[in-house]
């Protein structure tokens, strides 16, 4: 630990591929003011990993934002720069989009949730990522049993690759080669989970240029069970001609589903705007009150709890919230 102020800490934290630093926003009691009522109690926490290159502010410092306004409602944030980037050691990949498709950053940011779980006596993590940085935090997910919950801004389960004459891209073999070796081996490690990824690598279904090893791994999380919150710009829904990734997804997961997809209006990609940035903090907050509820410091009592009604993506909110919103 470097530095130390009322509300933030810069941390320095040892991984698997070697040593990252970001910064702790710290949680304190939801309506109370004064910053003396920090707490630091047994709850969940919020991880939030970059995209791509940008540092762990992310666009326009809505990483600090959103990570800000998280600590006041009672949760411990972390935004954590990966080895290579920002003030963590270590060099950049040679090729960051291939190395984060194949779930290259999934054994130091699984490190990364093990050590903050472990240091802040946290009951788990949730962890939020925009466009690449959600692809990282699936592999994250699945590397780590301390991951409890996803929220995943403008998600892509497609790669940007050459398409063989066999119809299956030449990277989607080196990836399920790597996964299954690697920290992911787990996920697919019996031979019952090892046929169903190879069955999702043959079937007709998905498009040739699928990210298989990723869609795997979000199916595989979703049947368990995992809270999963999906927020997507207004640009990236379906269009003709588009496979719609996130509809053959919640079709292939079974009846414990707890995904969440809803749309932010008025936004972009970033989410960095006024708009953007105030929606995502509103739908994600009233997700992590309604999925990992905090007691009240008043009444002792807990807030709503996370539901799923038929497989979709309705659950309860707080009872100060409509149920029903939108971005």
């Not at 540092?55 to 935004?79: C, E, H, I, L, M």
């Not at 030449?170 to 090892?194: K, M, P």
Request: hydrophobic share 35%.
């Amino acid at each position: 630990m470097i530095k130390v102020t009322e509300t933030r800490e810069l941390i320095v934290l040892s991984t698997n591929d070697g040593t990252v630093r970001g910064t702790y926003h710290k949680a304190y009691e939801r309506n109370r003011a004064s910053q003396t009522n920090l707490i630091e109690r047994n709850r969940v926490g919020v991880l939030f990993l970059n995209s791509l290159s940008p540092t762990r502010a992310a666009t326009g410092d809505s990483a600090v934002f959103w990570a800000d306004s998280f600590a006041k409602q009672g949760y411990p944030s972390f935004r954590v720069d990966p080895p290579g980037f920002g003030d963590s050691n270590g060099d950049p990949p040679a090729e960051l989009l291939g190395f984060v498709n194949s779930g290259g950053y999934a054994s130091s940011s699984s490190s990364v949730v093990n050590e903050l779980t472990r240091r802040f006596n946290l009951s788990g993590v949730v962890i939020v990522g925009l466009c690449a940085g959600a692809v990282s935090a699936v592999y994250t997910a699945a590397a780590s049993r301390e991951s409890k919950g996803l929220v995943l801004l403008d998600p892509y389960f497609h790669l940007p690759m050459g398409i063989r004459s066999a119809g299956r891209p030449v990277i989607t073999r080196r990836l399920t080669n790597r996964i299954s070796n690697g920290v992911l081996g787990h996920l697919i490690g019996s031979i019952g989970e090892r046929m169903k990824a190879f069955r999702m690598l043959s079937g007709p279904t998905l498009p040739a240029n699928t990210n298989f090893p990723l869609v795997a791994s979000f199916r595989d999380l979703a049947s368990r069970g995992l809270p999963i919150l999906v927020l997507n710009a207004p640009h990236t829904q379906r269009r003709t001609g588009q496979f719609d990734y996130l509809t053959y997804l919640q079709g292939a997961v079974g009846s414990k589903s707890q995904v969440v997809i809803q749309t932010v209006d008025g936004t972009g990609h970033s989410f960095s705007n006024p708009k953007g940035r105030a929606t995502v903090r509103q739908n994600t907050q009233a997700w992590l009150n309604a999925c990992f509820p905090l007691k009240d410091s008043n009444t002792d009592t807990e807030m709503s709890q996370c539901q799923v009604r038929d497989a979709t993506s309705t659950y309860a909110l707080p009872p100060q919230l409509p149920l029903h919103f939108k971005g």
